[in-house]
């Protein structure tokens, strides 16, 4: 057995040569690598004074997230069951995000679908616009308002503007990556079913994908930032789990397709 392992290396080296057998080697272990890599998106909307503590526990996992936002609303309050909710004044609050991503929530948070096309584009792009100036960066990604979204908007958004990838309101919990950027959907977005479901994401040998996504307010209002923790101490304990963000995901699909 010893003599044929060593035959088969020796005819393995004189026919491929060292460097290209070197090569075939590490392009084996990334695939294997690359094939059982599992990928998680954390997703939150709005830009309440909340992410702050929300951006303390994921500074404090390494964990860097999307913060979807609207530049339109800054300062705004509404109430939530008879609760105050405010938003972060972005200008003042730049470098809280600052080793995070922000993408597009749109301009004032509308219903999309129930708005002319002309309006459509003005709210995501006037958003990008902002928000490229707030934080000197590019905004590429952009996340729906609302449990609202139809192919009319993500059309005008995907061809009047410079945005790489959507996420819709839609529910899977399938684990599956999106057929395309444009149609990124989500896992869930409530904490609870979020603890239960990572588990089965964990076991699961073929799960892919797992996009949370929360208001930073409704851990406050749910006193389940201990949740939160508790949801990053699972995940970042797993090496074969990657926490990426949105702009990284769509990097990953048009890779595979």
Same mark, same amino acid.
């Given at each position: 057995?010893?003599?044929?392992?060593?035959?088969?290396?020796?005819? +393995?080296?004189? =026919? !491929?040569?060292?460097?290209? @057998?070197?090569?075939?080697?590490?392009?084996?272990?990334?695939?294997?690598?690359?094939?059982?890599?599992?990928?998680?998106?954390?997703?939150?909307?709005?830009? #309440?004074?909340?992410?702050?503590?929300?951006?303390? @526990?994921?500074?404090?996992?390494?964990?860097?997230?999307?913060?979807?936002?609207?530049?339109?609303?800054?300062?705004?309050?509404?109430?939530?069951?008879?609760?105050? =909710?405010?938003?972060?004044?972005?200008?003042?609050?730049?470098?809280?995000? &600052?080793?995070?991503?922000? &993408?597009?929530? *749109?301009?004032?948070? %509308?219903?999309?679908?129930?708005?002319?096309?002309?309006?459509?584009?003005?709210?995501?792009? *006037? /958003?990008?616009?902002?928000?490229?100036?707030?934080?000197?960066?590019?905004? =590429?990604? +952009?996340?729906?308002?609302?449990?609202?979204?139809? /192919?009319?908007?993500?059309? @005008?958004?995907?061809?009047?503007?410079?945005?790489?990838?959507?996420?819709?309101?839609?529910?899977?919990?399938?684990?599956?990556? %999106?057929?395309?950027?444009?149609?990124?959907?989500?896992?869930?977005?409530?904490?609870? =079913?979020?603890?239960?479901?990572?588990?089965?994401?964990?076991?699961?040998?073929?799960?892919?994908?797992?996009? !949370?996504?929360?208001?930073?307010?409704?851990?406050? !209002?749910?006193?389940?930032? *201990?949740?939160?923790?508790?949801?990053?101490?699972?995940? #970042?304990?797993?090496?074969?789990?990657? @926490?990426?963000?949105? *702009?990284?995901? &769509?990097?990953?699909?048009?890779?595979?397709?």
């Amino acid at each position: 057995l010893l003599f044929f392992s060593c035959t088969t290396i020796m005819h +393995f080296y004189y =026919v !491929f040569g060292k460097s290209n @057998i070197l090569r075939m080697i590490e392009n084996a272990r990334q695939y294997r690598y690359n094939y059982r890599m599992k990928y998680f998106v954390f997703s939150i909307d709005d830009g #309440t004074i909340y992410d702050k503590k929300t951006i303390e @526990i994921f500074n404090r996992f390494g964990i860097r997230a999307t913060f979807n936002l609207n530049s339109g609303l800054q300062d705004f309050v509404w109430y939530n069951e008879g609760r105050p =909710v405010e938003r972060l004044k972005l200008w003042e609050n730049r470098e809280i995000y &600052a080793n995070h991503e922000v &993408a597009s929530h *749109s301009l004032t948070h %509308p219903h999309l679908t129930m708005c002319p096309d002309y309006i459509v584009e003005d709210e995501v792009k *006037s /958003d990008i616009s902002n928000l490229s100036q707030i934080f000197e960066r590019e905004i =590429v990604t +952009f996340a729906f308002p609302f449990e609202d979204f139809d /192919d009319r908007c993500i059309d @005008i958004i995907r061809w009047s503007t410079n945005v790489r990838c959507i996420r819709t309101s839609k529910l899977d919990e399938s684990f599956s990556f %999106p057929v395309d950027r444009y149609h990124i959907n989500i896992t869930t977005w409530q904490i609870d =079913v979020a603890l239960e479901l990572v588990d089965k994401f964990i076991k699961d040998d073929k799960a892919e994908l797992f996009v !949370f996504v929360a208001h930073s307010y409704d851990f406050e !209002f749910g006193n389940s930032f *201990s949740k939160l923790e508790e949801l990053c101490k699972i995940v #970042t304990s797993h090496d074969d789990i990657k @926490i990426i963000t949105m *702009s990284e995901l &769509a990097k990953k699909i048009e890779e595979r397709q």
